[in-house]
């Protein structure tokens, strides 16, 4: 297999530093919960809180996992959970791809019963070409094709996390 560059490195800078600039604007000086979605989301949401410098904010982090031979019904459960209640806080959810639409929408659901201020969701990256239920991130890095893509943040197996950009394996017979 072969790492072709979809996103480069400094692409990703300059997209995440207009995201965070749109998303402190929007959020007017207002105390934040920034939550990243792990394990994918950590790169982005280190990157995007230094965007956002003079931000009020605190972090915190979830994991989802969704279960092997049940993906038609969407079973997705959160594996590990916020530490403290976010009743009547903005949270920010950070995660580094939508697919499907089934990880953030059973995240959102159960957050929403918490009765936060206000939920909103940005991805760095996003295949609408691939939902299976309705999704709509309020923020979105980059758009891409239905491709498996890997690197700043994004595994295959839990390779290749650590790379500064976005890449796309292809096998070398191509
Ligand atoms: P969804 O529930 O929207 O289908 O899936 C979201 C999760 O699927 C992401 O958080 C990510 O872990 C995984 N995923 C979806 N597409 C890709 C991809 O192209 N590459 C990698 N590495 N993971 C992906």
Do not use: C
């Not at 009765?115 to 309705?134: E, M």
């Not at 923020?139 to 890997?150: K, L």
């Amino acid at each position: 297999m072969k790492l072709h560059t979809l996103i480069p490195a400094d692409a990703i800078a300059t997209r995440v530093g207009e995201l965070g600039r749109a998303l402190a604007a929007e959020l007017a000086g207002e105390p934040v919960l920034m939550v990243g979605v792990l394990t994918g989301g950590v790169v982005f949401l280190a990157d995007l809180i230094r965007a956002m410098p003079d931000q009020p904010m605190e972090i915190e982090f979830l994991a989802a996992r969704s279960y092997a031979g049940t993906e038609s019904t969407g079973t997705v459960h959160i594996t590990q959970d916020l530490a403290s209640p976010i009743a009547h806080r903005h949270v920010v959810l950070v995660e580094d791809i939508v697919d499907t639409g089934l990880t953030l929408t059973r995240i959102r659901e159960a957050l929403l019963a918490r009765r936060p201020r206000s939920l909103r969701v940005v991805t760095l990256l996003d295949k609408p070409s691939r939902r299976r239920v309705p999704f709509t991130p309020d923020w979105v890095g980059f758009e891409i094709e239905d491709r498996f893509v890997v690197g700043y943040g994004l595994d295959l197996d839990g390779a290749y996390r650590n790379l500064p950009y976005v890449g796309e394996l292809v096998s070398d017979e191509v």
